[in-house]
Every structure is written in structure tokens, then in C-alpha cells.
């Protein structure tokens, strides 16, 4: 005989589950209770139930593997989520548990209740509870299965108290074994390869299926083959191509009239692994050239010919298409295709140099009267950060500065969130230390999004997880200024300042935030102080903070 909250255990140490990320309540009891029985699995406790959320969306995706966060009831799972929200959008293989009232008492409406299953559903790939311990075993196996399966994404399974101590004879059941890297129709890729080869201006936009395939260096292959320009995603939780790398012009814009001038000259475009296009501002313009051929590369099929149509759809595995796909390329080309893709590749190279060369210089302009410049901010923080540092980003306006300037070479260099809801820098970094527990990890968070989850702080104090939180302190949130001027030009709105967006009196003191949380923290204004500061927190292991005040003018 198993107890529920057996069966829930059991079965989160066959998936081989190594923390729990979570909030505890009075119906969390069971699994706080069962936790002793089971010291291969830690809890990993937040303050905030986004906290815990956007812990576990990060180690899932740096870890590669199913994650696990607790929720309490109703008002718990409510404050979690924006950050589902944000797992849901990156595709994060999750399971998001939380407990639930006795479900005997359940037309009387307890205190906290409410239908969980109904609260989650819009955001989850499957959501469910169970009436009795009975069906525990499959519930949990068929969460996990369909947490990974293409498109994999976030489950959410409520936990009534009462089903986690009735005891039921099924046991758990163990997980299968799935072999999913599918081949794509060959007649498809040769059809995709013919006109790649053929192309005289090819683009490939990627997505983070790139990065959860593991092929990122097939990606490099096949762009380096075409000499094509390469641009990622609006919002990446990985880096799914070296950003360094000559092929590579940065992430595409955000309306489809911006992406035109980005990729509109392209007569072949190669869209792989991801959502395209995401958008913030409407513009009624296609961003593909009228005479371009496109070939879109998916695991799913409700993702192939989505929002646009494409003249080559091929459902496989990410990494294997992309193989097959440089493979056909390189049998198709003439040899004087060959050396047009080449001619392009060492173009790239120059413009690559060109654009070193601007980044540099304009990290070098003298800030006067006014603070540290965010692009000063990253010469300093590449020429001090360890070599083998782990980045999770949330700079919002930094964030273009630092791809010009840092270096990531690998899907592992960096993680952040894909979804847009602010707040899950901090967090994240916690999450991809404990899934990259050798490597040194960097946050670098605006000072507006760490406001969302700065409880992230405690946490990492109270299980003294070696971080580094560096916050970018601009003191506004400066994207929202962006975006008003953007507002008024789109709607012809008249400009009257920008009220309510800044984080001014009075301003926030990171500092004492963080050593009220128990971290080490120090506040930095100098540009020559950032590497001593960056190489003594490192050193410490230990948790730390440093506030760095950036220019946020416009």
C-alpha cells in the first residue's frame, strides 16, 4: 500500500527530481512532511510564489530536465502566474504542483479554495486533480510525459490534502523510454536545400528549439555553408548562436514593418525552431519580401505555417533537420555557389569588425555629468567576469549593449526569460546555479525588474546559493519611456512628459535591501570599480549584491 503523497515522491525520484522549488502552506504539509523520508530531494524554499516559479522555469531549461514547484491554494497559485505565464511562452517542461483543500468539504468553499484547475488551464499544457489517491500513479506519469513532449510546456496537478494521505494499492509507475529525434521528409529537404544553395541573400531567424535540441553548432554550420545573416528571436531564453560570430546581427524587432527592414531583401529565409514573429507594436506590412521563399523548421506542427505561410514546412526534430538540412546544402552547391557563400561569410566578417569597432567607441564617450554608461558598464564587466561565467539576463534596455559587447558561446552562457513579464532575473539565477552548480553565475537585472521578485534575495541567503545579483540601476523604468515615445509617434499623442516612470522618491537602496536579506552588497558609481568589485564577489562564494548606477537618460 502506498499513501498519495508516497506515490507523489516515488514518483518525482523515478523522473529523477532533485529540488522542489516552493512556497509551503497548510495543505502543502503532506509533501512538507514526506520530504524527509526522501533527503535526495531538497526544497528550495522562496518567500513569493513567482519566486518559485521562475526558479524552477530557469533550472528546467538550463538543466535540461523536468521541473518542480509548489504552490498554496487559490491566492498561491494566483501569485504565480505571470511567471507560468512566462514558462507557457518559453516552453519550460514544468510541473507546477499546489495544494488544495479537502476535496469532502469541497461544495462548502473553504477558506482559500477555488478551482484550481480552471485557474491554470489557460496557461498549461494539461491541468488536473485527482479525486482519490488512485489516480495519483497516472497523474503523475502523464505529467511528466506531457510536461516534455513537442511542444513541451508547463502541467499543473492540484494536490487535495485529504488524496495525499489516503492510501491506494497502484503503485507508481515507472517512466517510459521515448525515442523523439524524428528525420524530416527527405523530398522536403532537398527541395529546402536546392533553393538555400541557390540563394543570394540568405537570412535564418532562429528560436530556442535551436538551444533544446543541442544544435547550435549545426546552426553555425549551415549558416557559415550560405554566408547568411542570422538573427535570433525578440525575446530568447537561451542563446542558440555565438553571438560573436560573424553571421550573427541580433535579435529581430518587433513589428513586422522592423523586420521588413531587417530581412525584407532576403530571397530565402530559414525559420527555425521557434514562434515567429513575435510582436509589441502592429504595423499592416508582411516582413518578407514578396519574392522570398520560406522554409520553416519545427518538432510541432501547430507551429509549422502558424502566422505565416511558408513555401517549405518541415516537421522533425530541430538538430536533426538542421543536420540533414547542411548536409543537402553542401551536395547542392556549384562551386561557384561555394564561393558566393564565402564572399558573404568574409562580408559578414568586416561588418562584424565595423560594429566591434562603433561599440567600442561609443563605450569610450565620456559621461560628464552623468552616470556610468550601460555600454561602459559591459567593457568593464568582459574584461573582469570569469572565463567561464554563467549569465541570466533581464537588462531590458541594457540588453542590446550587452550582446554587442559579452560573449556567449554556448546555450548554457545564458538564460533568460521568454515570456516578457518582468521580475524573473533574480530568481533565474538561482535556478541555473543549482542546475550548473561549477559554474560561476551572473544576474543582471534592471532595477525595476528586480523589484518583482526581490525576495529572490533571501532565498539565496538562506540556502547560501554563490550568486551574484548585479542590478542595473537606472533609476526608471527607461523601456517604458522608449515605448512612450513610440506611443505618441504611432498614435499622434502629444508629448507631456513621462509621469509615474521613474523609481525616485524615494530611490531604492539595493544595498540595504540585500543586507537586510543577509547578502554581502556594495554600491557602485565608477566605471573602474566594477572589475574589483565583480572579482571579490566571485571569490567570496557567496551570495551578493552590487548595485551599479547607470545613465538612464534617453
Not at 549551415?222 to 542563446?239: D, N, T
Not at 505561410?309 to 551536395?331: N, T
Not at 532575473?425 to 561549477?438: F, H, R, V, Y
Request: aromatic share 6%.
Amino acid at each position: 500500500m502506498y499513501t498519495g503523497k508516497q506515490i507523489v515522491m516515488e514518483s518525482l525520484v523515478a523522473e529523477g527530481v532533485e529540488h522542489i522549488f516552493g512556497n509551503p502552506g497548510t495543505t502543502e504539509l503532506p509533501l512538507i512532511e514526506a520530504l524527509l523520508d526522501y533527503p535526495q530531494v531538497s526544497y528550495i524554499m522562496a518567500l513569493h510564489e513567482a519566486v518559485a516559479v521562475s526558479m524552477a522555469d530557469a533550472y528546467a531549461l538550463a538543466s535540461g530536465t523536468v521541473s518542480v514547484a509548489n504552490l498554496h491554494v487559490a491566492p498561491g497559485l494566483g501569485n504565480g502566474l505571470g511567471s507560468i505565464y512566462n514558462a507557457a511562452e518559453g516552453q519550460t517542461p514544468m510541473i507546477v504542483t499546489a495544494g488544495q483543500q479537502n476535496n469532502q468539504m469541497r461544495l462548502r468553499e473553504p477558506l482559500l479554495s477555488h478551482d484550481l484547475v480552471a485557474m491554470a488551464a489557460p496557461l498549461v499544457k494539461w491541468s488536473v486533480e485527482p479525486t482519490h489517491a488512485d489516480e495519483l500513479p497516472l497523474i503523475m506519469n502523464r505529467a511528466f510525459k506531457t510536461a516534455r513532449e513537442a511542444p513541451s510546456g508547463p502541467v499543473f496537478v492540484s494536490l487535495p490534502i485529504n488524496v495525499m494521505e489516503q492510501q491506494t494499492r497502484h503503485a507508481p509507475i515507472a517512466p517510459s523510454t521515448i525515442y523523439h529525434r524524428t528525420r524530416a521528409d527527405e523530398d522536403g529537404i532537398n527541395a529546402a536545400a536546392d533553393r538555400l544553395a541557390a540563394a543570394s541573400t540568405p537570412v535564418i531567424v532562429y528560436g530556442d528549439k535551436v538551444a533544446s535540441a543541442g544544435a547550435m553548432t549545426r546552426l553555425v554550420a549551415l549558416a557559415e555553408h550560405l554566408g547568411a545573416r542570422v538573427y535570433g528571436e525578440v525575446l530568447p531564453s537561451r542563446m542558440s548562436f555565438p553571438n560573436q560570430h560573424p553571421c550573427f546581427k541580433g535579435r529581430i524587432l518587433q513589428d513586422h514593418a522592423g523586420i521588413a527592414k531587417q530581412i525584407g531583401d532576403a530571397d530565402v529565409v530559414l525559420l527555425a525552431g521557434g514562434e515567429f514573429f513575435e510582436e509589441i507594436w502592429f504595423t499592416d506590412a508582411s516582413p518578407f519580401g514578396d519574392k522570398c521563399f520560406r522554409i520553416q523548421v519545427d518538432s510541432a506542427a501547430q507551429n509549422l505555417a502558424r502566422n505565416h505561410r511558408v513555401d517549405c514546412g518541415l516537421l522533425a526534430d530541430v538538430g536533426a533537420a538542421l543536420d540533414a538540412l547542411d548536409q543537402a546544402v553542401l551536395d547542392a552547391q556549384s562551386e561557384k555557389q561555394t564561393k558566393n557563400a564565402a564572399d558573404r561569410l568574409h562580408a559578414l566578417a568586416v561588418e562584424k569588425d565595423t560594429e566591434w569597432d562603433a561599440q567600442m567607441a561609443k563605450a569610450r564617450v565620456a559621461s560628464g555629468n552623468k552616470a556610468m554608461s550601460a555600454a561602459r558598464l559591459m567593457v568593464e564587466l568582459s574584461a573582469s567576469l570569469p572565463a567561464d561565467v554563467a549569465i541570466t539576463g533581464e537588462p531590458i534596455t541594457a540588453g542590446a549593449d550587452m550582446l554587442q559587447t559579452l560573449s556567449f558561446k554556448k546555450p548554457s552562457d545564458y538564460l533568460a526569460s521568454r515570456g516578457g513579464g518582468i521580475g524573473q532575473g533574480l530568481p533565474s539565477t538561482i535556478g541555473m546555479k543549482l542546475a550548473l552548480p561549477e559554474r560561476p553565475v551572473l544576474c543582471l537585472s534592471g532595477d525595476g525588474s528586480a523589484m518583482y521578485t526581490v525576495q529572490s534575495l533571501w532565498t539565496a541567503s538562506h540556502h547560501q546559493i554563490p550568486v551574484v545579483f548585479l542590478i542595473l540601476n537606472n533609476g526608471a523604468y527607461r523601456i517604458l519611456k522608449l515605448n512612450m515615445n513610440r506611443y505618441r509617434n504611432e498614435f499622434d499623442v502629444k508629448d507631456r512628459g513621462y509621469q509615474h516612470l521613474d523609481l525616485t522618491e524615494p530611490a531604492l537602496d539595493f544595498v540595504s535591501i540585500a543586507k537586510g536579506m543577509g547578502l554581502e552588497a556594495a554600491r557602485i558609481e565608477e566605471p573602474e570599480d566594477v572589475g574589483p568589485a565583480i572579482k571579490r564577489a566571485f571569490e567570496s562564494n557567496q551570495p551578493w549584491l552590487l548595485d551599479v548606477v547607470i545613465d538612464g537618460s534617453l
